[in-house]
Antibody, heavy 117, light 106 residues
Framework: QVQLVQSGAEVKKPGASVKVSCKASGYTFINYGISWVRQAPGQGLEWMGWSNTYRANTNYAQKVQGRVTMTTDTSTSKAYMELRSLTSDDTAVYYC??????????WGQGTLVTVSS | EIVMTQSPATLSVSPGERATLSCRASQSISSTLAWYQQKPGQAPRLLIYGASTRATGIPARFSGSGSGTEFTLTISSLQSEDFAVYYCQQYNNWPRTFGQGTKVEI
């Protein structure tokens, strides 16, 4: 069965960076992209970007462009999302999702990133 | 970017009743719309893609309709497990964008 398992919760100080991983299993990794979506406490879903696992190209939301890097490692079927220069506004649950057609059809369990001094 | 607007923000219904949720796009997106359900503390779950195609394992009481700029998610007879927040998302253009959500409550 398709599974996406994310890395554990993180606490970071303002200005630091965080790297969240997403391990995929149960399907052929290179046949699907990976989307990243975040959700601030009590708020809605915010699309952050998408990574093509096969061609290694990406598309990022303007709000995080310049601070985010999304990568994939086909040898381990893992995707990564690194976010730099963190502020309290980046406190959120970060989700990865398998994306074959523009929408995530399977989601990871989420990773809580807390930014606090 | 395409702005997705959902209404109402909160929908109060009783079990067994029909629920109708709306999603409007700021420009035409053809049928490139997905719907998700999210329960507290859980990841979103894909319900509908292509505006009207149910995802794998989604009960028939969930149906989607619409094209262009106006879309509807209908839950024909609400079950207790359907009380949740529902989001629409367009995938016609980059960046992908979500609506702000509709909370379905008792």
């Amino acid at each position: 069965q398709v599974q996406l398992v994310q890395s554990g919760a993180e606490v970071k100080k303002p200005g630091a960076s965080v790297k969240v991983s997403c391990k995929a299993s149960g399907y052929t990794f290179i046949n699907y992209g990976i989307s990243w979506v975040r959700q601030a406490p009590g708020q809605g879903l915010e699309w952050m970007g998408w990574s093509n696992t096969y061609r290694a190209n990406t598309n990022y939301a303007q709000k995080v462009q310049g601070r985010v890097t999304m990568t994939t490692d086909t040898s381990t079927s893992k995707a990564y999302m690194e976010l730099r220069s963190l502020t309290s506004d980046d406190t959120a649950v970060y989700y990865c999702g398998r994306d074959g057609g523009g929408y995530p059809d399977y989601w990871g369990q989420g990773t809580l990133v807390t930014v606090s001094s | 970017e395409i702005v997705m607007t959902q209404s109402p923000a909160t929908l109060s219904v009783s079990p067994g009743e029909r629920a109708t949720l709306s999603c409007r796009a700021s420009q035409s997106i053809s049928s490139t719309l997905a719907w998700y359900q999210q329960k507290p503390g859980q990841a979103p779950r894909l319900l509908i893609y292509g505006a009207s195609t149910r995802a794998t394992g989604i009960p028939a009481r969930f149906s989607g309709s619409g094209s262009g700029t106006e879309f509807t998610l209908t839950i024909s007879s609400l079950q207790s497990e359907d009380f949740a927040v529902y989001y629409c998302q367009q995938y016609n253009n980059w960046p992908r964008t979500f609506g702000q959500g509709t909370k379905v409550e008792i």
